[in-house]
């Protein structure tokens, strides 16, 4: 008899995982994904590997030839990202249901597990956001149009050519969906029918602009204002300010700037944050000059603080957390979160949103902390907008570490790895609840190889 049970086996959807990842997750093909076999820290982390940039020499004809050292820098990857989702199936529920259960089951947990992974890529982007550098950045925050669209692609390819990034490495943006919208409409974007490039098919490529290819993802970084905007003031200077301007004087109100809290002043819209003491309430004083001059009453929109759950959280704590916050104003998905001032700040991506109340948010960020967070800390919610990564291939490492296929009585279980990323699905007799619990896991890191290779392109 041919019965084809292949649906049920770990091998299939091990497979079938893998086939998930790069498929909806277009980013995991845009990073490098090397990976070192040699692990230090007890198998905790990995490296990668950046060639140092050369030296370009001259000499006469009886001179003797001296050699460029070759260098490769180790850029350590701390393999804290285990992704997994689990599930138990009743042998009652599975008997009195027609449908396969295990189908039903297995492609949402892998298809989570996919948009963990491109949450957590993509939610690195605020590492490259250079603030006291805007020249560094593309775009302004929630501006672009159809008219402006090519523009900000434009800039973001010389924000990379002035890096020196490598001109035969394919730069890719890869953008939001609100930010293809504009793209899309603009006159200078190329449709790709067949969705290739260079031959290589591009899971959500849907263009080109100038020499940038594009790719949507519905991942990369972006907010409502409207969630986050607690208060609104204007610029209250006849003359306006300047470009490189920092100290802003600002219409009265009631609330003061709090130290590490987020700004945006319209016409420069960019990711600014106060510096200073709180002084009176229209004292502004942004962390980096402003890169677009605005005008006398231009509007400032201060995102007021949050604070974190009752309970400090360690440095290297990865589950969620909990913020209070003003009546309504929830965290988002998309959105980045900082704490700390000065040289202790630190920032995160909210990955994902796991509950909300009215006065607060429980969210999971887009990696483990990298510093203790107090209880009752500071917390400094982003602005509105899109953070759409443009990026050669060498920006950011992702590093996938292959697990054990376990064996046993009541188990079955299966690995699949493919180009630097590895994939398990295990099964095994649950008998306290008369079923079988299944679990797809994946055990990675993030890391910046080099923040010269990635621009910021606001939307």
């Not at 490296?47 to 004809?61: L, W």
């Not at 309504?328 to 001032?341: A, H, P, V, Y």
């Not at 990696?367 to 950011?396: C, E, K, Q, W, Y």
Request: proline share 3%; with cysteine; charged share 20%.
């Amino acid at each position: 008899m041919a019965n084809d049970n292949t649906a049920g086996k770990p091998q299939y959807w091990a497979l079938r995982g893998l086939q998930i990842l790069f498929q909806e997750t277009p980013i995991l093909g845009l990073v490098n994904r090397q990976f070192a076999p040699a692990l230090a820290r007890a198998g905790d982390q990995v490296n990668a590997y950046r060639a140092d940039k050369r030296v370009t020499r001259r000499k006469d004809a009886t001179d003797a030839n001296t050699e460029n050292d070759a260098n490769l820098t180790a850029v350590p990857v701390v393999l804290d990202q285990y992704f997994f989702d689990a599930f138990i199936l009743n042998d009652e529920e599975d008997a009195l249901s027609l449908p396969e259960l295990t189908q039903l089951h297995a492609l949402p947990a892998i298809q989570t597990i996919a948009t963990g992974v491109s949450r957590a890529i993509l939610g690195r982007v605020h590492a490259f956001l250079q603030q006291g550098s805007p020249e560094k950045r593309a775009g302004r925050l929630d501006s672009m149009t159809k008219d402006n669209a090519a523009d900000f692609i434009l800039e973001a390819e010389q924000v990379l050519k002035d890096n020196l990034a490598p001109v035969n490495g394919m730069k890719v943006a890869v953008v939001h969906h609100t930010a293809e919208t504009k793209l899309m409409r603009s006159e200078t974007f190329e449709r790709a029918d067949a969705r290739m490039a260079n031959g290589t098919v591009m899971t959500g490529r849907v263009g080109k602009v100038y020499n940038v290819n594009v790719v949507m993802s519905q991942d990369v970084n972006y907010c409502k204002a409207a969630n986050a905007e607690t208060e609104a003031k204007a610029v209250n200077n006849a003359s306006g300010y300047a470009i490189g301007d920092t100290a802003i004087t600002c219409d009265g109100g009631a609330t003061n700037f709090v130290p590490g809290e987020y700004v945006n002043v319209a016409g420069n819209d960019q990711p600014t944050f106060h510096v200073t003491g709180t002084g009176s309430a229209t004292a502004l004083i942004l962390n980096e000059g402003l890169k677009y001059a605005v005008v006398d009453d231009a509007v400032v929109t201060h995102y007021i603080k949050c604070e974190n759950e009752a309970t400090e959280r360690a440095a290297g704590y990865k589950k969620t957390m909990t913020f209070t916050h003003a009546a309504g104003d929830n965290l988002q998905e998309g959105q980045i979160i900082s704490f700390g001032t000065g040289a202790s700040r630190h920032t995160y991506t909210v990955i994902e949103v796991s509950a909300t109340a009215s006065t607060t948010t429980t969210v999971l960020l887009d990696r483990p902390l990298d510093a203790t967070v107090a209880s009752g800390a500071d917390a400094f919610p982003g602005p509105g907008g899109s953070m759409n990564p443009v990026l050669h291939r060498d920006a950011i490492a992702f590093v996938s570490r292959p697990m054990k296929a376990k064996s046993g009585k009541g188990v079955q279980s299966a690995v699949v790895n493919f180009d630097g990323v590895g994939i398990r699905v295990q099964e095994a007799d649950e008998l306290s609840a008369s079923g079988t619990r299944y679990v797809v896991d994946l055990l990675a890191g993030v890391s910046v190889l080099d923040e010269d290779l990635l621009c910021v392109m606001l939307g």
